[in-house]
Nanobody, 124 residues
Framework: HVQLVESGGGSVRAGGSLTLSCAAT????????VAWFRQPPGEKREGVAA????????YYTESVKGRFTISHDNVKNILYLQMDNLKPEDTGMYLC??????????????????WGQGTQVTVS
């Protein structure tokens, strides 16, 4: 049973930084894709970044390229999202997700079926 628990959200001024964490249990990290999504207030959920822990390949949505960095600690099985130069439009509930890696790549368009509860990020 996959369990994902996010932490690290908070309120920050524009231009600031936050690091989100997602502690994962219940699966073999090398066989999964893991990703971050966000849901701004009143809007649909959108993919932010994904990583294949097995080979380190990453994917970012265009709006966060150069500002966000996704990484995975393969020893602790923790997913991170380092967010720098935050903008008000980055505000939202941030959720991590996991899905078996059945293709040769990981991105945010896969049908992720395991989700955390989310952590709120507010940028003003």
């Amino acid at each position: 049973h996959v369990q994902l628990v996010e932490s690290g959200g908070g309120s920050v001024r524009a231009g600031g930084s936050l690091t989100l964490s997602c502690a994962a249990t219940g699966y073999t990290w090398s066989a999964y894709c893991v990703a971050w999504f966000r849901q701004p207030p009143g809007e649909k959920r959108e993919g932010v970044a994904a990583i294949s822990p097995a080979d380190g390949n990453t994917y970012y949505t265009e709006s966060v390229k150069g500002r966000f960095t996704i990484s995975h600690d393969n020893v602790k099985n923790i997913l991170y999202l380092q967010m720098d130069n935050l903008k008000p439009e980055d505000t939202g509930m941030y959720l991590c997700a996991a899905e078996p890696r059945l293709r040769g790549y990981c991105d945010t368009y896969l049908p992720y079926t395991s989700w955390g509860q989310g952590t709120q990020v507010t940028v003003s």
